[in-house]
């Protein structure tokens, strides 16, 4: 063997070609990356834009008293809230202000469960903006807010 190199171990020494594979697989994790990224974003946003609504819901009905409900004890003026009452003014707020901005909108809750606080429960479907094919159906995004009425 004088030195001279086959074909065989010619080729086992050639890196030509293997960098576009791995070119090919960062750009392909790259992009899974990007799409990962870009649906936690948006179900992070929509969670937040849920929860506004649900915050506004019970602040809505925490307000949901009428004065005759008002009454004076020895640690102040106190509210005293119905569920009923709550629940009225919430669905009047939700259909006011959520004008079909959420998919399947859902008011799973709204009570006043101790008379001077409203606690809003609401639950809505999100769907990826993206990568639909992974959830097609969406996934469903529920919030609870709570507000206490205080006079004074």
């Not at 799973?108 to 479907?125: I, K, W």
Request: net charge negative.
């Amino acid at each position: 063997m004088s030195g001279q190199v086959g074909p065989t171990e010619r080729a086992a020494r050639d890196d030509t070609g293997s960098t576009l594979v791995l070119t090919i697989f960062y750009g392909f994790l790259s992009l899974a990356l990007i799409l990962l990224v870009i649906a936690a974003t948006s179900l992070y946003l929509e969670r937040k834009r849920l929860f506004t609504l649900a915050d506004g819901a019970a602040l809505v009905g925490a307000e949901a008293f009428d004065l005759d409900d008002v009454t004076v004890t020895e640690t102040g003026v106190r509210a005293e809230l119905d569920s009923v009452d709550v629940a009225a003014a919430v669905g009047s707020y939700i259909d006011a202000a959520a004008a079909g901005d959420f998919d399947s909108l859902v008011i799973e809750r709204a009570e006043s469960p101790d008379g001077r606080s409203a606690t809003v429960q609401l639950s809505s479907y999100w769907r990826p903006p993206v990568l639909g094919i992974i959830a097609p159906e969406g996934v469903r995004v529920e919030v609870t807010a709570v507000a206490r009425a205080v006079i004074g």
